[in-house]
């Protein structure tokens, strides 16, 4: 497995090099202060991982009316979490010549051969949400996103908080996101430096993919129930499978929250709700407004300075444990 942090953080020169020189050859530098430059407005080909929890939809909805209110013309696809949908998007928006294509990927892998078109055709690429593992650095110019290995490694400390004067064994269950989608790769990465590193009393007993939706919690979360029923915690890589697993715990006879401690990742509004009744006992932050970001590294990219943008822009998150839960609501933007 390539390192995440050793791809972002490397290449840069190489990248300014690459694909910017052939952008700037399509693009001459113009100003970045709107989605126009000149009489002719930025096209922004954008390719949605899909719709399949309440993050995705916040995300999608910020990535929509950013690009409204920067005056960038969005290019808009649902992938449906298929990685084959999302390459004959991209395939697509370099054939329309789009001028920028953004895209957060389905998994890590498998992206090369696409990339290299858009690089050849001069269409910079920029990440969102997740990252791509690629031997060529120069093919996409920045990810925009959060660290999904500091989420878990957040998550790990957050659940040093719920267990706080527990003694003994701790039995955990993991509701994995989607396999091979870097949110999943990473934040069970960093849950597990730290569990492996300072808890010798912790344990991951039963441990598989819940696909990031509802259903899919619910699901796996029965079938960890009836052949392990001395859970004590379960890490949710997302509040949608946590919201899931809440059913099967309750189907089960026991208290979500209570019976079960849970620690999940997103934030969303509903995950807040479940906090708030005592029914999930800590969220870490994963924050979905990135259209913001994404329009502004957008005109940086077109005006011909993608070079000055860093390799990775991350977003700014917090966590919460349940007693913050109620104060934290009424604020709640998604």
């Known amino acids: 497995m390539i390192d ?3 791809l972002l953080t490397a290449g840069a020169a190489v990248s300014a090099a690459g694909v910017l020189a052939a952008c700037a050859k399509k ?4 100003s970045a202060g709107s989605g126009s430059t000149g009489s002719k407005q930025i096209t922004l080909g954008f390719s949605q991982v899909g719709s399949e929890s309440g993050w995705r939809a916040a995300n999608t909805q910020s990535v929509k009316e950013a690009a409204k209110a920067a005056g960038i013309n969005l290019k808009f696809s649902d992938a449906q979490q298929k990685q084959e949908n999302q390459i004959s998007a991209i395939r697509s928006y370099i054939a329309q010549k789009v001028d920028v294509i953004s895209f957060s990927p389905v998994v890590v892998t498998g992206w090369d051969t696409v990339l290299k078109e858009a690089k ?7 990440l969102t949400d997740r990252s791509v593992e690629t031997s060529d650095p120069s093919l996409y110019v920045t990810l925009v996103g959060s660290d999904f290995e500091i989420e878990g490694e957040r998550a790990a400390h957050m659940l040093e908080k719920v267990l706080a004067g527990h003694k003994g064994p701790v039995k955990i269950a993991q509701l994995e996101g989607t396999t091979g989608a870097a949110p999943a790769i990473e934040r069970a990465k960093g849950f597990g430096r730290i569990m492996h590193a300072s808890h010798p009393e912790w344990t991951i007993i039963a441990s598989q993919t819940g696909d990031f939706t509802r259903a899919g919690g619910k699901q796996v979360m029965a079938a960890f129930l009836q052949a392990h029923s001395d859970i004590d915690v379960l890490f949710s890589h997302n509040d949608d499978m946590a919201i899931g697993a809440i059913q099967s715990i309750q ?3 026991k208290t979500p929250g ?9 934030g969303v509004h509903d995950g ?6 005592g029914q999930i006992n800590a969220i870490v932050e994963c924050n979905p407004l990135l259209g913001p970001q994404l329009m502004d590294a957008t005109k940086t990219v077109h005006a011909g300075r993608g070079s000055t943008l860093p390799r990775w822009i991350k977003t ?4 919460y444990t349940a007693d913050q839960a109620a104060a934290a609501l009424p604020g709640r933007k998604y």
């Open 120 to 126: 050849a055709a001069g269409i910079p690429v920029i």
């Open 251 to 253: 189907a089960a006879g």
């Open 316 to 319: 700014k998150e917090s966590d």
């Open 27 to 30: 693009n001459p530098a113009k």
């Open 272 to 277: 807040f709700v479940a906090m708030s009744k």
């Open 4 to 6: 995440r942090r050793s």
């Open 258 to 266: 209570t019976d079960i401690k849970i620690v999940s990742v997103d």
